[in-house]
């Protein structure tokens, strides 16, 4: 099956990242959002994504004019629902918007359109029945700074079609990524199965009143020579993105530490304003965040 549209779904951190990078790789691409504000957020953000990619990749005014040329930005899903191929669905995380959104998608979309999620840490099956087309249903995962982070992870459900699934492995290459294939249901995939521990014992550290966020940051990047440290990454993933998930698994699970930690994020960070990279101000500030000058970790 060729893949020529693709209809972003929630343009925000992620969905902005994913349709600029299908853009790039010459897929017509169509960003749909709520509100023409959501919107105009996602172009001035388009923006700030070419300049990355100019500055990581190198690339040139050419390759990034072919990107906004296969960009087009609307608030009327139905109209961009009717050409597509391949939905990449990035609204927030919240299983019963998702079922909402997918059930909306069904009728408006072709037969033949297959339905992604970009969900962090659900499972497909919890959607699955809500699509209308379980079989053409299945998560296509992105890590954030998705044009240097080149992995996508496809993790079908146990009632996605195997060709379908197959498809969007070949996809993933299309788009510049390498797929990570996960054959059986896994919350938070690899990445975030891995990831996810490491955050939430992050937050508990500082929570609880154990370290700072900066020495917590600093103990880990010193110890594996990882760029960033967890706080470093909570900012990039976004302080609502984080919060959201917390909260959620909070609700599911009563844990009381995780409770904690929701609420943290809450008082000290949503209410404030201060979402992380994306608003300037999360655990540290931008343009330049502490833990990216070399004295961070007691380097001249
Ligand atoms: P975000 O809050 O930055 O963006 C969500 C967007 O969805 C907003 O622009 C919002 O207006 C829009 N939206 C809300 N309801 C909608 C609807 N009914 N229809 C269309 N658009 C709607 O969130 P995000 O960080 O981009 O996360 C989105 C999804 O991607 C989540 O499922 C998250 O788990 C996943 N994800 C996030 C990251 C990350 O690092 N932030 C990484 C991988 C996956």
């Not at 087009?72 to 009717?82: F, R």
């Not at 299983?95 to 359109?113: G, M, S, W, Y």
């Amino acid at each position: 099956m060729k893949i020529k549209h693709i209809l972003i779904v929630g343009a925000g951190t992620l969905g902005s990242q994913i349709g600029f990078q299908c853009a790039r790789y010459g897929f017509k691409t169509t960003m749909y959002d709520l509100t023409e504000e959501a919107l105009a957020a996602c172009r001035t953000y388009h923006q700030g994504i070419a300049a990355a990619t100019k500055k990581d990749l190198g690339l040139d005014d050419a390759a990034i004019a072919v990107a906004f040329d296969n960009l087009t930005y609307t608030t009327d899903l139905k109209a961009a629902a009717e050409t597509c191929d391949l939905v990449s669905e990035s609204v927030p995380e919240n299983p019963d918007l998702k079922r909402q959104v997918f059930a909306q998608l069904n009728p408006i979309c072709p037969e033949h359109t297959i339905f992604t999620t970009n969900s962090s840490s659900l499972l497909p099956s919890q959607i699955a029945d809500a699509t209308g087309r379980p079989e053409r249903f299945l998560a296509l995962h992105f890590a954030n700074r998705i044009w240097v982070s080149n992995v996508a992870e496809v993790m079908r459900h146990p009632g996605t079609a195997p060709e379908v699934f197959e498809r969007v492995i070949e996809f993933a290459p299309e788009i510049g990524l390498v797929p990570i294939r996960i054959e059986k249901e896994n919350h938070g995939y690899v990445m975030n199965a891995l990831l996810m521990p490491l955050l939430r014992e992050a937050q508990t550290l500082v929570v609880n009143g154990i370290a700072g966020h900066q020495d917590v940051d600093r103990a880990w990047m010193m110890a594996t020579q990882a760029p960033v440290g967890p706080f470093g990454m909570i900012d990039v993933v976004g302080l609502e993105t984080t919060f959201t998930i917390s909260n959620y698994w909070a609700n599911v699970t009563g844990d009381e530490q995780l409770r904690k930690n929701a609420d943290y994020l809450k008082q000290n960070f949503l209410d404030k304003g201060k979402l992380g990279l994306k608003s300037g101000e999360g655990f540290y500030t931008y343009p330049n965040p502490a833990y990216a000058k070399p004295e961070f970790i007691g380097k001249q």
